[in-house]
C-alpha cells in the first residue's frame, strides 16, 4: 500500500493528503487507485452519465449534499475529505468541531435518510444566506 492510499483509509491522516488537493482531485485520485473509469463511478452513485464526475474531477461543478455522501460511500473514503470547510482548507487541517461528528452520523443512516437530512441542511443554509442579503 502507498503513502496516498494509506491517507485516503485512516482517518486521521486523510487530511494531509486531502487538504493540498480539490474536491474534485481527490474522487479523481481514489476513483483511479480502484481502476474505475468516471463511468463506473457514476453508475455506482446512480448517474446516467459519466458527465458529473467529470465535471467535478474538472473542478467545474461540485457534487451535491447526496452525491458526495454516494461517492465517498463507494470510493471507501472520509465524507468530510468531500467538503472544503474553510477558505483557507490547505492550512486549516481538519473541518469544525461539529462537522466531524455530524458527518460520522451522516455516513451512518441508510442512503435514502442521509438524502433528506442533506436536503433540510442545503434549505437551511439557503434561508441563512436569503437572511443575511
Given amino acids: 500500500m502507498d503513502t496516498s ?3 485516503f483509509r485512516t482517518a486521521n491522516s486523510w487530511v494531509v493528503y486531502a487538504a493540498a488537493m480539490s474536491i474534485g482531485d481527490i474522487i479523481r485520485a481514489a476513483r483511479e487507485k480502484r481502476g474505475w473509469t468516471q463511468k463506473t463511478l457514476a453508475h ?9 464526475v467529470s465535471q467535478w474531477e474538472n473542478g467545474n461543478t461540485a457534487p451535491l449534499a447526496a452525491q458526495r455522501l454516494m461517492v465517498a460511500r463507494v470510493l ?6 468531500l467538503y472544503e470547510f474553510s477558505k483557507e482548507r490547505a492550512g486549516a ?5 461539529v462537522a466531524a461528528p455530524l458527518l460520522n452520523l451522516l455516513s451512518e443512516l441508510e442512503p435514502q435518510d442521509a438524502e433528506v437530512l442533506l436536503l433540510l441542511a442545503e434549505q437551511l443554509a439557503a434561508r441563512k444566506k436569503k437572511r443575511a442579503r
Avoid at 446512480?46 to 458529473?52: D, E, F, K, Q, V
Avoid at 471507501?76 to 475529505?81: A, D, K
Wanted: glycine content about 8%.
Fill in 76 to 81: 471507501e473514503i472520509p465524507l468530510e475529505s
Fill in 93 to 97: 487541517g481538519a473541518p469544525p468541531p
Fill in 44 to 52: 455506482k452513485v446512480g448517474l446516467r452519465t459519466a458527465s458529473a
Fill in 5 to 7: 492510499t494509506a491517507n
